[in-house]
């Protein structure tokens, strides 16, 4: 009955299968095991291109990592005002980055623009005196359950990368994304443009290990060492990646998503007239009064209200592992509010 | 046949279990499970006293973070010039602090002494345009696989309280000076003055975990948004947490450890005049000539040749879950070289 | 006829007087000649409570300085969103806070309001996963070139300080602002909550020193190690301190901004109808169509195309040297425009 | 009577002069006026290449600037065991290269050498667990008022350049090095393979400005940036450029120093055997026990103990302006001792 947030969810058997059986003494620590070195091929398999794969404990030390490895000191990251790094990492980037910037840029539902970028950026200038930006940040799927199509993705990658800019994806429901787009990984990164992928497991069945993916090598240079240097490297790295690995190599995390997204359709076809933004991934975000939310909650269900979105706003996630009695329950007690 | 190190060791079958499980959808993410609501508890009963539990995924991270939270950017943190802190952690205290400051100090066998405290110290100033330090980091045991007793933490301590600084130990390998010392793990804490503890697990049969232990609740204030900030915090906090209740609440840490001693007093007996350092832990230093060194390989014995303690040294780690047989192996190989 | 900045101003007699007065040899280095020690007595004497008195080589040394001092590297500081701070100053918190965010804030004319901080406010949570402020930085006079009345300062730091917060000024055009009000200038910085304030003297008739003035004791104890690791402590600290002395020891500081705000005035009084802010210190910001930018610059005048207020914006500051005849001459061709 | 710093020596009147004239009001502010356009092209011709060259107001500012252009975060910095950088700059290289470590490498009379550098490294690793040096920092002429010729420069910058490392050089008393070599001063920086240079002026009769030359324009470009970011760019640019370029163009930095190391020679002949170091700057070392440090303080001498060359030393250092009669009375006190 919790709709509260996927990081709640289980872990898959398949997972915990894949840590146990990579249990045993190995003849050396640290990535120096048979598990972390299939990382990148399997990564590179999966996305159909050269990918260097970095097993990190959490979506904000992929994100945080990973721009570090894009953005100087002094350089700014141009991300969504909603976006999950200035919202909800608690300054990650200031710290993997030494001091950059977060420049946000609001636009609706979630998704960037060419158009907000444009007018965002029309407002600064490229002295000395001002930051200048480093880097792209998109949110895939976004924070608002949107999704970027593949055109969009690279409609937004070409802005950057015309002007010298790297583009980094936060992909902590990349899965939902890619399973509502129908493509293939690889059209909607770096056939689209973008440079580095926050691959997320763990919301989608995973335990404690997400990916940080990197298609062009010269940016991956320095993460080995920064990755090192903040603590992420495991000691027993092979657990890290027999997690990432279980997730990919048999489709699991396309199959979850399709699961959890499915969900999320089931709730938005009981109150159409309420959705926020579209449903395109796992979120569902509803216009409900205090008194409905109420309603809603004496009947044991559980979510977050959202008032990034408003006064009247709530957000229900579907989880990989979300009992369907509950969802349909969930829809039909939203149906009865009218 | 592999004493290359201890990160190369199994996971004990209680900490898979636990993590098997913990496996099951929880109602909160984060920190808010049972496993991670329990943590400071467990820690307290097992020191006598108010502790402050934070689970983190390697010991890099453990002691990097702990010295953030006591040391400012412009500070210094005294240590020994072997330490790990320094050695072999890509300058992560660089990184946490922002900027301060190892100030190293050389003394035999890995430990630190108040004489070569003091003689550091007083080739220092105490003005503006010096890095005053802030804290005393100790390593349990040491890198030379020897043991400070709790009269000489107490007295080291006693300095660094003297002078206003922190104590903070490094104890990747705490369990195994614990069982070599024979005394509750609080004597070398807390008792004696030492205000935080990177309370090791991962190489002592433990998978992805390592505890920061904090007995300065004072000193606690800021990790929690450091450690977040810092990406280590996991969205499925349970996992590390249960790791961790298993190592400690059924004194599986003590017992590993015991293990892994024992084995190293094994190899200690075989070759007592070849030991550079007294055997204390489970590491054990040799003096082995290249000739030497290469008659082992060939027998199959992996082990790492130490410059740091001379052209002429190896280092033999001995994990918890070392076979016995090896063990026996080595030993006699050491005892033929004569 | 240069209107672009009052950073290219000429320096006042009294300041290269104080100067030349400081060149001879001295017993001691850095901050320890007469004129440094009497600082702290002279800003004290000056605000009227006991300050602590900072040389600073720029506006943005100053800022960047004391909010390090004020905000741990995982907080952030509420600021206008057009504050200097954010807008000029390449990142320099960011830099000297490690990584604190500037949490910006819209609201009217450059100067914030506390229903503007309440609305941002109510926007944040208080968790782990967010950056928390830990300071509110005013500018005084405004990048609008408006000013902040002594009730109107009391009340926005009334609401930092019921939240924790410190109070940071940023008076580049303090002199301005006091000119202005008429009050006292303890009656705008610590009389009304402010903690510290970058005392401007650059641009007023100042070399090359600033001062940064702490009014809380305890704020002001990291800032001497700050400083000198920032490379901001002269090892002839005696010219920096003179010119300061020079500034404020005669009222040098009111006197000049005094002519800078009347020449504002006449140029404001020529167009009462094109003024984007109330003109309340030296700056005049106008709308004026391209074509009548370019028939004001045709006659020789120089000054900013001012995007931030938007596509007909032009800046115009008076300098405390400005001729007189160049502002009557400007005052004249504005009338023309009609 | 005072020996103890060249920082408390005064200026001399041909800076003082240049910062008359250019206290007029100027067109722009910043780095846009006529003696800030000239510093490149007057360093360029001054050193016979290419010259980037940056006003700073301390040395302490030039070399962390410089360092951070060169270092990143992960980065070390090979140096001597006095180094000023380490001993005397309050951890500015770590706030500048956000964390970088300072890698000390022990040698006699503060000159490093090929040896010692070759014995510091190889007790490293080359692995991602080790902080790898990114530059050597060597100081010229050292702390311990020795100097390095042209050909031990080279060596030790090829030594550095094969491991791919930059070469900093620490100048706070170049031209007091140059003075004693009575080479070009391109003998001794770029052509010896030299990257950058922090040029001292302010002990040698400056004011309050150095100068950061920058020989690699490549290392060069992140440095306008930085130096902005930290405050160090003066908003009214023209004082710091036109106090180097008076220091410069007329041969001023050169004879000022010759005269200083002209002092120290006489101090140093009137004790040849009490000489810790080779006299070959302007600072002199000797052998003195208390009872003598005590006679030569009753007759009014003023000088620094010194710890870091053992509890019987003390440093003399002659400034430009040093008065002829103090140092022959100093001589002649020395020289009484016996």
Redesign the interface.
């Known amino acids: 009955m919790?709709f509260?947030?996927?990081?709640?969810?289980?872990?898959h058997?398949a997972i915990?299968k894949a840590?146990?059986d990579a249990?045993?003494?190995?003849?050396?620590?640290?990535d120096?095991d048979q598990w972390s070195e299939r990382l990148d091929a399997a990564f590179s398999d999966l996305f159909g291109t050269a990918v260097k794969a970095f097993a990190?404990?959490?979506?904000?030390?992929?994100n945080?990592?990973g721009l570090a490895a894009c953005v100087?000191?002094?350089g700014?990251v141009w991300c969504h005002s909603e976006a999950h790094v200035d919202?909800?990492?608690?300054?990650?980037v200031?710290?993997?980055?030494?001091?950059?910037?977060?420049m946000?840029v609001p636009s609706p539902a979630g998704k960037l623009t060419v158009d907000a970028l444009d007018a965002a950026a029309?407002?600064r200038r490229g002295d000395?005196?001002?930051?200048?930006a480093a880097a792209l940040s998109l949110t895939q799927a976004t924070e608002c359950g949107t999704v970027y199509a593949p055109a969009e993705v690279a409609a937004l990658a070409g802005w950057a990368k015309a002007r010298g800019l790297a583009v980094q994806m936060d992909g902590a429901r990349f899965a939902n994304a890619v399973a509502h787009l129908g493509c293939s990984p690889a059209d909607v990164t770096w056939r689209a443009g973008v440079d580095m992928l926050s691959f997320g497991c763990?919301?989608n069945g995973?335990?404690?290990a997400e990916a940080l993916l990197v298609f062009d090598a010269k940016l991956a240079e320095?993460i080995?060492?920064?990755r090192?240097?903040?603590?992420?490297?495991?000691?027993?790295g092979r657990?890290?990646a027999a997690q990432l690995l279980a997730m990919i190599e048999g489709g699991l995390w396309l199959e979850s998503a399709r699961g959890a997204n499915a969900g999320a359709q089931a709730l938005a076809a009981a109150a159409p007239k309420r959705l926020l933004y579209p449903v395109e991934a796992n979120e569902v975000f509803l216009r409900l009064t205090p008194a409905e939310r109420e309603t809603l909650r004496a009947q044991g269900f559980?979510f977050y209200d959202w008032?990034?979105a408003g006064p009247d706003a709530a957000r229900f996630v579907v989880?990989w592992?979300q009992d369907k009695a509950a969802i349909d329950a969930l829809a039909a007690a939203i149906a009865r509010l009218g």
């Open positions: 919790d509260l947030s996927d990081n709640a969810a289980g872990v058997p915990l840590v146990a249990s045993g003494a190995q003849p050396r620590g640290y120096g990190v404990p959490s979506g904000t030390a992929a945080a990592l100087p000191p002094y700014g919202v909800d990492e608690a300054g990650a200031g710290f993997y980055t030494a001091g950059a910037s977060l946000l029309a407002r000395v005196h001002q930051v200048q763990i919301k995973g335990m404690a320095t080995p060492v920064r090192k240097r903040a603590g992420l490297m495991p000691s027993k657990f890290a559980g008032e990034l989880r592992d």
